[in-house]
Each structure stands twice: as structure tokens, then as C-alpha cells.
């Protein structure tokens, strides 16, 4: 899998449990090699949804190449020359990089010839829209979009709830095969997390293997007690016995 795609969430600029979207530019073969990996990389990048953009590509921005040199190649040999080399080479432009390319070896300043295996070749990639946080390699460029859109923040915060309640299943005692009912009672109806207990009732259910409901008071029956927070928003978490 490529280093990229993981590289904006590793950057910890968006939270994790945030779903987005996934763009690569990429050429075909490119793309061929790093679709394989398309599920792995929306479950374990909880991304919606991964496009290939093979065409097009300076509709999202401008693609640059630099090189620079491999310090622990060409520094004992340069030496005193290796500052005015290193400049040279950081300004070269691509067409000048792929002259280099496929020559193989080039004067880059007076006297000095370097190799293209002493050089080291870098992009970078310049987004027209700040939506996206950016990796860029040699093939192909990795956008994520990290605007939160209200639908993702919804399914990012059901994350987070199911998450909770497991960990205090796990606190109660509860084996795996264990059935409980859960009740959720939130103090205040207008938080963010009250709206996606009632909007995503039926698929926590579903997640937890077990009957949600949203109280309003503890109920006398509960075996078990707790609270989970999200954002800032709590609500207390009650465990029934199945009859």
C-alpha cells in the first residue's frame, strides 16, 4: 500500500473518526497497482470512498518535481562545493530533471558531474483548494478532503458511541455472546450527540447486536451503569438484562 494515503491522517489534522473522501492522481498503471488495496484503505483509513483521477489532474492543482542530493553520497566527495551544487540541483527545472533523467549524469556546476543514483527526486503538489490535505510521490499525488461534511461528522460521532458502549461492555464483564439491552438518557436534547443517538438508533443497534432505546431517566431494572462522552456531550449508559 502506498505511504501516501496514509500520510494526511497520520498528520492528525482531521480526526480519525471522521469518514472522507479519498482522491489519487494517478497514471493507469499507477492505478492498477494501488486499487487492490481500495478496500483496506476505506476500512482501515475509514475513508467513504477512494477516487482514481488518471486525467485532469491540474483541475485540483500544479504538480512539481524537485531533486536534491543524497547528502551521505555526495558529501564526502563535494565537500565545500556541496552547498552550490545542492542549490543548483533545487532549481533545476523538469524539463532539465527529465534531461537528466535519461542521461543518466550531468555538470551541474563547473567541474562537477553528478549521477542521476546521487540524486534524490521529490514532488510536491500545490492544491487549488485548501478542502485538501496533500501527499505527493513520484506516480501519483494523494488528496483528502477534510472538510466535514454534516452527514460524516453524524457517522464519525455514531463511531465514537458504538466505540464507548464496547469498552464498557468490556468493563462490565460481558463476554462477547452476551446480549444486553442499552438505554441512553442525555440531559440536554439539542446536543450534537442526543441527535445522532436519535438519528442513528436503528445502526448503533445493529453495531452493538442489541435493542437501543433513548430514555429520559435511569431505569430501575439496569444491572449496569455508566456514561460515555463525545465531543464534550455526555450521556449515561444503562445496561438491561434480555428477558
Do not use: H
Not at 492528525?12 to 469518514?19: D, G, H, P, Q
Not at 477516487?51 to 565537500?79: D, N
Not at 472538510?147 to 458504538?162: A, Q
Not at 435511569?218 to 455526555?234: L, W
Amino acid at each position: 500500500m502506498p505511504a501516501g494515503a496514509c500520510a494526511n491522517r497520520w498528520a492528525r489534522r482531521l480526526k480519525r473518526r471522521y469518514c472522507a473522501w479519498l482522491r489519487f492522481l494517478t497514471g493507469r498503471m499507477t492505478k492498477k497497482n494501488v486499487e487492490v488495496f481500495d478496500q483496506y484503505i476505506k476500512n482501515e483509513l475509514n475513508v467513504k470512498e477512494v477516487v482514481y483521477i488518471c486525467q485532469a489532474a491540474s483541475a485540483y492543482g500544479i504538480k512539481k518535481a524537485c531533486i536534491v542530493p543524497k547528502y551521505s553520497v555526495l558529501g564526502e566527495r563535494l565537500k565545500g562545493q556541496m552547498g552550490a551544487v545542492a542549490k543548483k540541483l533545487a532549481a533545476m527545472s523538469e524539463c532539465e530533471i527529465e534531461k537528466f533523467r535519461v542521461e543518466g549524469e550531468m555538470q551541474v556546476v563547473e567541474g562537477v558531474f553528478v549521477k542521476f543514483s546521487e540524486v534524490e527526486e521529490r514532488v510536491s503538489f500545490v492544491p487549488v483548494d485548501s478542502c485538501y490535505l496533500v501527499k505527493a510521490e513520484s506516480e501519483f499525488v494523494v488528496l483528502l478532503d477534510k472538510t466535514v461534511y454534516e452527514g460524516l461528522k453524524t457517522e464519525g460521532l455514531m463511531r465514537s458511541v458504538v466505540s464507548g458502549v464496547q469498552r464498557l461492555r468490556k468493563e462490565a464483564g460481558l463476554a462477547l455472546y452476551d446480549k444486553v439491552d442499552v438505554v441512553f438518557v442525555t440531559g440536554n436534547a439539542d446536543t450534537a450527540l442526543c441527535g445522532c443517538l436519535r438519528e442513528c438508533k436503528e445502526q448503533i443497534g445493529a453495531f452493538l447486536r442489541s435493542r437501543v432505546t433513548i430514555g429520559d431517566e435511569r431505569p430501575a431494572d439496569c444491572f449496569y451503569e455508566s456514561s460515555i462522552e463525545v465531543d464534550g456531550d455526555k450521556a449515561a449508559v444503562y445496561f438491561l438484562k434480555v428477558v
